[in-house]
């Protein structure tokens, strides 16, 4: 059996959603990314980050934690971390427990424009996305894709923690 013959190529209803998801997930990020740099000076991307070290009770996570949670490589992540340091919105310092490791804590510079932006986040995500649903098929998107979450941290051979999905149930983070 060649390659070719043992794939499961997808009908035009499959093909259509999946283009419709990559499409329409890439125009949101746009969107949400556009909104947030115009009225607060911050990329989707840092905002992201300062969520993700926001939702810890001591708003610090270890580098090789925050970038599975964002699904980034270390090296991508170091460099983000580093454009943010130098703003003042995190900093970095030795794991205590791993002199091996760093942690990345969020500043108090980082948790003002994190409060600042939050709410412009959500009424993007709110209108852009959330709105446009109705509740049944809100819980179908969040089922499906926590199905999808699950799949994947299974062949990571990792689980969601609870802090992760504190990140994305707090509001303030709701990107596909």
Same mark, same amino acid.
């Given at each position: 059996?060649?390659?070719?013959q043992? *794939?499961?190529?997808? %009908?035009?209803?499959?093909?259509?959603?999946?283009?419709m998801?990559i499409v329409? +997930?890439?125009?949101?990020?746009?969107?949400?990314?556009?909104?947030?740099?115009?009225?607060?000076?911050? +990329?989707?991307?840092?905002?992201?980050?300062? *969520?993700?070290?926001?939702?810890?009770?001591?708003?610090?996570?270890?580098? +090789?934690?925050l970038a599975y949670?964002l699904?980034?490589t270390?090296s991508r992540?170091?460099?983000? =971390?580093?454009?943010l340091? *130098?703003?003042g919105?995190v900093?970095?310092? &030795?794991d &205590?427990?791993?002199?091996?490791? #760093? =942690?990345t804590?969020? %500043?108090?510079a980082?948790?003002a424009?994190?409060?600042?932006?939050?709410?412009?986040? #959500?009424?993007?995500?709110?209108?852009?996305? =959330?709105?446009?649903l109705t509740?049944?098929?809100?819980? %179908?998107? @969040?089922? *499906?894709? @926590?199905r999808?979450?699950?799949?994947?941290?299974?062949?990571?051979?990792?689980?969601? %923690?609870l802090?992760d999905?504190?990140?994305?149930?707090?509001?303030?983070?709701?990107?596909?």
């Amino acid at each position: 059996m060649t390659d070719e013959q043992a *794939v499961r190529w997808l %009908t035009g209803v499959e093909r259509h959603a999946w283009q419709m998801y990559i499409v329409a +997930s890439l125009r949101l990020r746009q969107r949400l990314h556009r909104e947030l740099t115009e009225a607060h000076g911050v +990329s989707l991307a840092d905002y992201e980050v300062l *969520v993700c070290l926001a939702v810890h009770p001591d708003k610090r996570v270890r580098m +090789s934690e925050l970038a599975y949670q964002l699904g980034s490589t270390k090296s991508r992540l170091s460099h983000q =971390i580093s454009k943010l340091e *130098v703003g003042g919105l995190v900093r970095r310092c &030795p794991d &205590p427990d791993d002199k091996r490791g #760093v =942690i990345t804590e969020l %500043t108090g510079a980082g948790q003002a424009l994190l409060d600042a932006a939050a709410p412009t986040h #959500v009424r993007g995500a709110r209108e852009h996305l =959330i709105d446009l649903l109705t509740p049944a098929e809100q819980s %179908t998107v @969040g089922a *499906v894709f @926590g199905r999808v979450l699950e799949h994947l941290d299974d062949l990571d051979n990792r689980r969601d %923690t609870l802090t992760d999905r504190e990140a994305w149930q707090s509001g303030r983070m709701q990107t596909p």
